[in-house]
């Protein structure tokens, strides 16, 4: 497969732009309605809808996350074509998990413990999500921008340099690290606990299978570059 930007650009004049915008409202569709129903499940919750006033850091983390998404949305629309039904659908019911996870930390603090969190847990989570959005974006400016050949089309890219000299899977890292800091936005041990051991699973699965797929299309090379990074964690794991 072909992966030249250059290659049959008078035919795609005219079927990829309009694909490429259909996509895009599409997925700002769904960005929106994610966002919707994230509120929907602080509020609910809370138990209240103007709780958000009176707390600062839980409204930079949501803030943030919006902008982190609506970025993340941009940079993905350059590499995608299409998205249809079927696959919006499905995107929409990987997102339950993160609903339950912004609906658990506000109930657990408010019925269980009472009260307010520390501050300077409020901090702690804000620069968790903070950094992980920083690799996150990071990663996908090095894939989308620096892939060897210029290959824009492809995810499959075997990069070494930049932050994927040190992990293997930054992007994920990433997204599990602004995920974990939303239970510190509360002082939620146990969502934290539950969304950790969740996510462990889940991002595992995910690497094991575009590991596997990566060996297959890089062989050695691949298999030399897995032999001298970690997956998530440098010097960890």
């Known amino acids: 497969m072909e992966n030249n930007p250059k290659r049959g650009t008078s035919g795609l004049t005219a079927a990829a732009v309009p694909i490429a915008r259909r996509d895009f409202t ?3 569709a769904e960005l929106v309605i994610q966002l919707a129903a994230i509120i929907g499940a602080i509020a609910i919750g809370l138990g209240i809808t103007d ?16 902008a982190f ?23 929409m019911i990987y997102e339950l998990p993160l609903l339950a996870l912004f609906f658990g930390a506000p109930f657990e603090r408010t019925f269980i413990y009472g009260g307010e969190a520390p501050r300077w847990l409020g901090t702690l989570g804000l620069l968790i999500e903070l ?4 690799l996150v974006l990071g990663a996908r400016i090095q894939r989308e921008y620096f892939c060897p050949g210029g290959d824009h089309d492809s995810h499959r890219a075997l990069i070494q340099s930049g932050l994927y000299r040190f992990i293997r899977h930054p992007i994920y890292n990433g997204e599990f690290l602004v995920m974990l800091g939303w239970p510190f936005e509360y002082g939620a041990p146990i969502t934290l606990l ?3 051991a969740l996510g462990f699973v889940f991002v595992n699965q995910r690497i094991r299978r575009e590991e596997a797929d990566m060996l297959a299309e ?17 010097n960890l794991w």
């Open 131 to 134: 950094a992980g959005i920083w």
């Open 194 to 196: 539950i969304a950790a």
């Open 26 to 28: 599409v997925r700002l």
């Open 51 to 66: 709780y958000f006033g009176s707390h600062r850091y839980v409204v930079a983390y949501l803030v943030s996350y919006a």
């Open 69 to 91: 998404r609506f970025a993340d949305l941009l940079m993905r629309d350059r590499a995608a074509l299409g998205l249809d039904s079927a696959r919006f659908a499905r995107r």
């Open 218 to 234: 890089h062989g050695d090379a691949y298999a030399a570059y897995m032999r001298t990074t970690d997956r998530l964690i440098p």
